[in-house]
């Protein structure tokens, strides 16, 4: 690459890093708050370094914000020798941020101690919203995020959802240990499952879509009313097994609210149309989302 093609290359990155970090110093706000004023007051181990903390904090009594910042630090050596420089740059910022709020703002601000699986819920929901705004930025939250990152690059199937609520099950099993009873894990693994829901929700919501394969006589005409709404259309050469008879069927991608509308005109065109809806967790590519 030329140096003219890579400070290009490098204007490119300076906006989107100053789009990024207020929106990670946003997450981890949100992460903090449900950590101090939700998941610690009620004993609930929220998942990851952070829930480590949680516990470690009850058993010693040091501030969660501390410990947070000192179990990254082995953790954030791994991530710059694997995830490269901007990654753990983001991942600093938001451990700062993190680390700052915890200890030094929601500590003085009033902390929920009321019903335990409402501080399950809204933390879980708080949690969750943090991580998704720095996964979203293409950052992490550090701790097991960091692991959580590299096993979804080397199996990007799993959503990071996913990933984050198997990683979470030992800190479940921890906090049983460290409580004392079984509550406690009970009502981490509901922070946690709200929190990996709504961390996804972030991440992929805005790109979900609907694969549809359309199967009819009359695939012309309802391919161009498809495409007359604005939406491309491949046609797949088939073979019925049945008759023999050579068929084009109907491929094309639709925003998870456009399917109810193709689904309806396919059904005024021909009543007879076999369809397969299939979920699609991101439709990249003109139309949707670019791909980077």
């Not at 449900?34 to 904090?57: E, H, L, M, R, Y």
């Amino acid at each position: 690459m030329t140096s003219s093609k890579k400070k290009k290359k490098e204007k490119k990155k300076i906006p989107k890093l100053l789009y990024d970090i207020p929106i990670i110093i946003i997450g981890g706000f949100l992460f903090a708050c449900g950590v101090k004023t939700f998941a610690a007051p009620n004993g609930i181990a929220s998942g990851g370094i952070s829930g480590i903390a949680v516990i470690i904090s009850h058993l010693t009594g040091l501030n969660e914000g501390i410990l947070y910042l000192i179990l990254n630090v082995p953790i954030m050596i791994i991530g710059f020798i694997f995830l490269g420089r901007l990654l753990m740059f983001k991942t600093l910022i938001s451990i700062a941020t993190i680390t700052v709020a915890t200890d030094y703002v929601f500590e003085f601000l009033p902390k929920y101690q009321g019903d335990t699986i409402i501080a399950a819920i809204y933390g879980g929901i708080l949690l969750g919203a943090g991580l998704g705004l720095c996964y979203y930025c293409e950052g992490t939250s550090g701790g097991t995020d960091i692991i959580n990152k590299l096993i979804n690059r080397k199996f990007p199937q799993m959503s990071l959802g996913v990933i984050t609520f198997l990683v979470d099950m030992v800190v479940i099993l921890l906090a049983i240990i460290a409580f004392g009873n079984i509550e406690a894990g009970l009502y981490s693994l509901i922070a946690i499952f709200v929190s990996s829901k709504v961390m996804d929700m972030l991440i992929y919501g805005s790109y979900e879509g609907k694969m549809l394969l359309i199967f009819s006589v009359k695939y012309e005409e309802i391919s161009k009313r498809i495409m007359s709404t604005g939406r491309g259309v491949t046609f797949l050469q088939g073979t019925g097994a049945y008759h023999g008879d050579d068929t084009k069927v109907i491929c094309c991608a639709v925003h998870k609210n456009e399917y109810v509308k193709v689904k309806r005109f396919v059904k005024e065109i021909d009543p007879d149309a076999f369809m397969i809806i299939n979920s699609a967790k991101e439709v990249l590519g003109q139309g949707f989302k670019q791909i980077n």
